[in-house]
């Protein structure tokens, strides 16, 4: 079984340096660096886009970790609500 390869932030900003700032097409670059041809087109891409391009895993943005919180909130108020209604169906039908 393969086990995939990491590449570091610093490499992986070379690689598109490679592309560019020097010149090289995706195809030479990738071919000379041992890199599949859309590996380095998506870092490409993605360099091109974010400024916190390459954060590696479980590195969340701002907008990513309050969203998380959100979420765990809104679920915590759900089940708070769901305990609510049952609550309040008991006592109606203990008050009959």
Do not use: C, P
Request: net charge positive.
């Amino acid at each position: 079984m393969k086990h995939r390869q990491r590449y570091s932030k610093e490499f992986k900003l070379d690689a598109v340096r490679l592309v560019t700032e020097q010149g090289y097409s995706i195809a030479g670059a990738a071919r000379n660096l041992g890199l599949n041809a859309n590996m380095l087109s998506r870092w490409k891409m993605e360099a091109t886009e974010s400024e916190s391009a390459f954060r590696g895993n479980g590195n969340l943005t701002e907008e990513q970790l309050e969203l998380r919180r959100l979420k765990a909130e809104n679920r915590q108020l759900r089940m708070e609500r769901e305990i609510l209604k049952k609550a309040t169906a008991f006592f109606v039908k203990e008050s009959k």
